[in-house]
C-alpha cells in the first residue's frame, strides 16, 4: 500500500548552499509522525518543500497518489495538505471564530458544489464545531490579538484542521507553551487523529513529548538525514546521539 506522503531524495540550495540533501522518507496515513534536529538541522525547509513554499532542484514529493512537483500552495491545500508555522501566522485584528473560519472556507470552497449562502453557512457550522472541539467556543468573539499566547497558538491549530486536511504539518507546534498547555494540545492532535482520521507530521523540539506521542520519526542534522524509524531507536543511535541527543539520550 502506497504510503501518503513519500519523499524521495529530496535535495534543496540556496546560492550554493546545502539545506536539504538526498532527504527520502515516508509517512502512512493515519501516523503521528516527528522531524527532529538542532537549529539550522533544516526541519523547517523541509516542510517548506512539502507544502510548496520551496521547490528543491532535486528529488521528489507524492502525497496521497499525486505528484507535487509543480503544485503551488494553493493546489496542495486542495489536495488535502495543511500546515502551521513556527511564527503565529492569524489575523490579529480578527476574532478567533473568523480565523477559524478561513480554515473551513477552504473545505467548503473547492469545489462551488452549494450555493454561496449554504456554503457560508456550512463553513461557520463547522468552524464552530472545530472550535467547540478545541475548547474554544468561549473566545469565539474575541479578537484573536487579544488571547493569550497559548490559545492563540490553539486559534492556528484549529484553523488548519477547519480545513480538514488529509495531512497536517505542524512547526513546534507546542514552542513556548507552558506544560498544561502542550499536555492539552498533545490531546487535541490525538483525538483529531482518531476522530477525523488526519495524519501528522510535526517539527517538535521537546524531545520527551516526540517521544511519548509519535509512532515514527525522522533525525535530521546539516540537512541529511541522520535516522529515520521508531523513536525509541533514535536514543540509541550514535550518530544521532552525537549530533543532537547528547546528554539526554
Known amino acids: 500500500m502506497e504510503p501518503l506522503l513519500s519523499v524521495e531524495q529530496v535535495t534543496l540550495r540556496f546560492k550554493g548552499v546545502l539545506a536539504l540533501a538526498d532527504v527520502s522518507f515516508?509517512?502512512?496515513?493515519g501516523a503521528?509522525?516527528?522531524?527532529?534536529?538542532?537549529?539550522?538541522?533544516?526541519?523547517?525547509?523541509?516542510?517548506?518543500?512539502?507544502?510548496?513554499?520551496?521547490?528543491?532542484?532535486?528529488?521528489?514529493?507524492?502525497?496521497?497518489?499525486?505528484?507535487?512537483?509543480?503544485?503551488?500552495?494553493?493546489?496542495?491545500t486542495r489536495l488535502g495538505l495543511g500546515r502551521t508555522f513556527q511564527?503565529?501566522?492569524?489575523?490579529?485584528?480578527?476574532?478567533?471564530?473568523?480565523?477559524?473560519?478561513?480554515?473551513?472556507?477552504?473545505?467548503?470552497g473547492y469545489p462551488a458544489l452549494l450555493p454561496r449562502a449554504r456554503r457560508e453557512q456550512a463553513a461557520r457550522a463547522w468552524a464552530e464545531e472545530v472550535m467547540d472541539y478545541l475548547h474554544l467556543a468561549p473566545y469565539r468573539h474575541v479578537p484573536a490579538g487579544m488571547l493569550p499566547y497559548g490559545l492563540q497558538k490553539r486559534v492556528e491549530v484549529a484553523r488548519a484542521l477547519a480545513g480538514r486536511p488529509k495531512l497536517l504539518l505542524l512547526d513546534e507546534p507546542m514552542a513556548g507553551l507552558a506544560l498544561e498547555?502542550?499536555?492539552?494540545?498533545?490531546?487535541?492532535?490525538l483525538d483529531a487523529r482518531r476522530e477525523w482520521g488526519v495524519t501528522l507530521v510535526w517539527v517538535e523540539h521537546d524531545l520527551r513529548a516526540v517521544m511519548?506521542?509519535?509512532?515514527?520519526?525522522?533525525?535530521?542534522?546539516?540537512?541529511?538525514?541522520?535516522?529515520?524509524?521508531?523513536?525509541?531507536?533514535?536514543?540509541?543511535?550514535?550518530r544521532v546521539v552525537e549530533a543532537y541527543l547528547g546528554a539526554e539520550a
Open 181 to 189: 498547555e502542550k499536555q492539552d494540545l498533545a490531546r487535541y492532535l
Open 32 to 76: 503521528f509522525y516527528a522531524i527532529i534536529g538542532p537549529n539550522g538541522a533544516g526541519k523547517t525547509s523541509l516542510l517548506n518543500v512539502l507544502s510548496g513554499l520551496y521547490r528543491p532542484q532535486r528529488g521528489r514529493v507524492r502525497f496521497d497518489g499525486h505528484d507535487l512537483d509543480g503544485r503551488s500552495p494553493q493546489a496542495r
Open 212 to 238: 511519548e506521542l509519535s509512532d515514527g520519526v525522522l533525525v535530521l542534522s546539516y540537512g541529511e538525514v541522520l535516522y529515520e524509524g521508531e523513536p525509541a531507536g533514535a536514543r540509541e543511535n550514535p
Open 87 to 108: 511564527n503565529l501566522e492569524i489575523f490579529r485584528g480578527m476574532t478567533a471564530l473568523e480565523n477559524v473560519k478561513l480554515g473551513a472556507d477552504l473545505r467548503f
Open 26 to 29: 515516508s509517512v502512512p496515513a
